[in-house]
């Protein structure tokens, strides 16, 4: 059984800093790429950063650019967003997805795209 559990969400306030962890289980996980979505209150789920199955290519949507980082270690089955420079607009629940080729591919974004996803944890960012 396939499990995904993120991890290091909660309450920071604006230019504050919080590192997200989502450690995957019951899959092969350097073979898939990984990524993060993010959904706030009454919009789509949308795509933040995506990384390929040895770290070998990453992509960073143009709102996170510069600030956000997304990093893997396939010794640990674990994926982790670093987040600096927060803002009023990253609040948002946060999703761990494997996608399901071990690339990102141009459409990485498409939750179609996901073959697994986690439960979220929730980022707050006050003002």
Sequence with gaps: ???????????????????LSCTASGLTFRNYAMAWFRQAPGKEREGVSCIGWYGVSAVVDDSVKGRFTISRDNTKNTLY?????????????YYCAA?????????????LNVRYWGQGTQVTVSS
Excluded: H
């Design 81 to 93: 967003l670093q987040m600096n420079s927060l803002r009023p607009e990253d609040t948002a629940m």
């Design 1 to 19: 059984q396939v499990q995904v559990v993120e991890s290091g969400g909660g309450l920071v306030q604006a230019g504050g800093s919080l590192r």
């Design 99 to 111: 996608e399901v080729s071990g690339y990102c591919s141009g459409s990485w974004s498409r939750p």
